[in-house]
């Protein structure tokens, strides 16, 4: 079974379950793990069946989630090493340590934990810990005292706001396999320390991800051909946005390089570059300020224009407040 579950996906938070063969991998935490298991629950998927958490980038909306649901599921989390730098950072922005000097400091209290069953709860990674920051976190993402985590666990997560279950690498460019599943990551243009989009691998079935992104360079292109699923970013009306009540400021950031698609830019790369041989095209990232399903889909279904058919290109929104039905192959 392979099956392709979008969770929410907008500013507001996004998540999606991929599943192959037996495994099933978390691809971003941008909800709090109390949504995030009822969002689950809705779509029949079984949060405790999930193996692993896969994240695009360290933007609010992609991990406010991520370190209270990893430690409620114990599983690894896969970042690239900067975004991991910069999601430590953003939680903990103040920690007086470098970033290998902090990671050093949590594998000798690992391996020392291992070692000595009865030895007492470390020191704290984060010797001095941000006030502001962390009780937003916690507030919109961590609810801990509401599930059945371990009261055990909880004073360790609360001296150290970045604590993970597990911690796995990896890089643009280079595939890992995750159980039964290989997943390709490659760079995507957006205003990150090291932003990606994925190929997800299973059972002969190719599901490509990209959202975030301010436009599709050949290298995006390349990964994008030959998918059974394509998840691709239709963020924004230009006129809406232009209009909008936004500050230029951000207006700026979402139409540069480095922003967010347009409805026009997804169209054109439908109409111009895409190969039509997805059997899904999913539009995700839909901004609720800026833009409506109807401009989107209708933008996406002109450059679709004569490729639809009982076996491709059949067009789905992902919406913001609910789950998407999941998708079958």
């Known amino acids: 079974m392979v099956r392709f579950t979008v969770l929410a996906s907008g500013s507001k938070g996004n998540s999606t379950v991929v599943t192959g063969g037996k495994t099933r991998i978390l691809v971003d935490v941008g909800l709090s793990s109390r949504e995030l298991f009822r969002r689950m629950k809705l779509a029949n998927e079984d949060p405790s069946t999930l193996d692993a958490i896969i994240i695009t980038h360290e933007h609010s909306d992609h991990v406010a989630g991520l370190a209270v649901t990893a430690r409620k599921l114990g599983i690894p989390v896969y ?7 910069a999601w430590v ?52 993402a961590d609810d801990d005292s509401s599930d059945a985590t371990p009261k055990k666990r909880k004073p360790a997560a609360e001296k150290d706001p970045t604590a993970l279950p597990a911690l796995q690498y990896f890089e643009a460019g280079k595939p890992i396999q995750i159980g039964d599943i290989c997943v390709s990551p490659f760079t995507i243009p957006h205003d990150a320390a090291d932003p990606v989009g ?11 991800f990209a959202t975030d992104l301010g436009y599709i360079p050949p290298n995006v292109k390349a990964q994008l051909k030959s998918v059974d699923l394509l998840y691709i970013e239709s963020n924004h009306d230009l006129e809406m946005l232009r209009d909008g009540p936004y500050p230029w400021s951000v ?11 347009s409805n026009d830019a997804c169209a054109t790369y439908l109409e111009s570059e895409y190969d039509g041989q997805a059997a899904y095209v999913v539009l995700g990232h839909l901004s609720e300020s800026n833009n409506l399903p109807e401009l989107a889909r209708i933008a996406a279904e002109r450059a679709l224009n004569g490729r639809a058919s009982l076996l491709a290109n059949r067009l789905l929104l992902a919406p913001q407040h609910e789950p998407l039905a999941a998708i079958s192959f």
């Open 79 to 85: 970042f690239t090493q900067a975004t991991h730098r």
């Open 198 to 208: 994925f190929v997800f691998q299973a059972e002969g079935v190719r599901m490509a």
């Open 251 to 261: 207006k700026q950031r979402v139409l540069s390089r480095v922003g967010h698609l």
């Open 89 to 140: 950072r953003w939680i903990s922005p103040r920690k007086q340590m470098t970033y290998a000097q902090w990671i050093e400091q949590c594998r000798q209290q690992a391996a020392a934990r291992m070692a000595e069953a009865d030895a007492p709860i470390p020191e704290d990674c984060d010797p001095e810990e941000s006030s502001e920051t962390v009780s937003e976190l916690a507030a919109s």
